[in-house]
């Protein structure tokens, strides 16, 4: 579809962005330094710079999922990967609306990204046994050897543990949280 087979990529995720605002006029979108579902303001923000690629187009579908399903901050660990599968799910249906291909290897290795960070948080540090999250969200314990170890809050983290970012706000903090 005419969306992604421009040659210019900018004008794609132009395109994308208005057709989103026209398709859900109920969602807020703003420019920022990522892409990023803020439930604390309603709000999805895209990386406005200009250098556009699939994965960025991508990456909106995504956090437009996160908001079409009204996701919120701050579950269990374990649910947040659930919760990013079914945004995933939900980029898919409205890139399928949309005429948009995304790529399956691209939603995997997001999720094998998020997945791996997971289990990293849930290795007790003493005796490397995998433990359940406490109901605090902030802390594991160890059934094992009774370690206890604290973890961030966990939001919906970004794939790249790589990109810097500066969030929106302090309430914002998204990629850093990939921290354990
Ligand atoms: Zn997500
Ligand atoms: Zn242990």
């Known amino acids: 579809m005419a969306v992604m087979t421009s040659p210019n990529r900018l004008l794609a995720m132009e395109q994308l962005l208005s057709k989103l605002k026209e398709t859900f006029p109920q969602l807020r979108f703003s420019p920022g330094s990522t892409f990023l579902w803020s439930p604390e303001t309603n709000e999805v923000f895209y990386d406005e710079r200009k250098t556009v690629n699939n994965k960025r187009i991508w990456s909106l579908l995504h956090e437009t999922g996160h908001a079409l399903l009204g996701h919120k901050s701050y579950q269990a660990d374990i649910e947040l ?24 290897e691209h939603i995997q290795d997001c999720l094998d990204t998020y997945r791996d960070w997971l289990h ?3 290795i007790c540090p003493t005796c490397t046994t995998r433990c359940l999250q406490q109901s605090d ?16 809050p966990s ?23 990939l921290s354990l």
């Not at 939900?90 to 890139?95: G, L, Y």
Request: proline residues 2%; glycine residues 2%; hydrophobic residues 35%.
């Open 81 to 104: 990967l659930k919760l990013e599968v079914a945004a995933w799910q939900k980029a898919q249906e409205i890139a399928s609306d949309f005429g948009i291909k995304i790529d399956e």
């Open 155 to 177: 939001r919906f983290a970004r794939a790249y543990r790589s990109v810097k970012q500066t969030p929106q706000t302090s309430a914002l903090l998204h990629a850093n949280e």
């Open 120 to 122: 990293a948080r849930s």
């Open 137 to 152: 969200m902030h802390h594991y314990r160890c059934h094992n050897c009774h370690t206890t170890w604290k973890v961030t």
